[in-house]
């Protein structure tokens, strides 16, 4: 049974864009992986936050909201009085991590990592507008032209269609085991 949920994700981006902090945000259905709102703004306050979750809301039939959990981190932005109020608004159950530990909302984090991995960390912008643009055109490649392996290889759109669970292609990696070296201690010298 498919339970839709949305986790909630706020990375702080220093995009090589002179002194501005930027930040973005990206709800994003745990099923599919597909981000379904976005939001490149100048500040980690709620609003860039809220306007996401809107576009993700938005975005959304009402008949699909039902039953919907968004899951996030403790920051004050998906904490404040007009975030929380636009959930219950929406009949939007709300599920928080326990104390910070990122394999609590491993989803986000993981999409955060393959944003950064395969793009942000390569580009530069030269301004606010610029930025915002190559962010829509990221996501709409994540969303539309890239396979997840977490589902079954199919983009976020493909897996979106899926009714049953999607099979996981993840390769199993092999870890190296590092050598530890004894440090002698002050009595042995």
């Known amino acids: 049974m498919r339970v839709p949920t949305y986790s909630g994700l706020v990375t702080l981006l220093i995009l090589r864009y002179r002194v501005n902090l930027l930040t ?25 936050t809220i306007m996401a979750l809107q576009m993700a ?3 959304t039939p009402e008949n699909k909201r039902i039953g919907l959990i968004h899951h996030s981190d403790r920051g004050a932005q998906y904490c404040c009085k007009d975030y929380v109020e636009l959930l219950k608004n929406n009949h939007i159950r709300i599920s928080m991590t326990e104390n910070g530990d990122p394999y609590e909302n491993a989803v986000a984090e993981r999409m955060n990592g393959i944003l950064k991995a395969e793009w942000l960390d ?3 912008y030269t301004d606010f ?5 190559r962010i ?24 979106e269609q899926n009714k049953g669970k999607l099979k996981k292609c993840w390769r199993k990696r092999k870890h190296e085991h590092k050598e530890i070296k004894t440090i002698p201690s002050r009595t042995d010298l």
């Open 122 to 124: 390569m580009e530069e």
């Open 57 to 59: 809301i938005n975005a």
């Open 24 to 48: 973005y945000r990206l709800p994003a259905d745990a099923y599919s992986h597909k981000v379904t709102g976005y939001c490149l703004h100048r500040t980690l306050e709620s609003e860039g």
């Open 136 to 159: 829509s055109q990221i996501i709409n490649i994540y969303n539309q032209v890239r396979p997840h392996a977490s589902c079954n290889m199919l983009t976020p759109m493909e897996a």
């Open 129 to 133: 507008l610029q930025a915002q643009e």
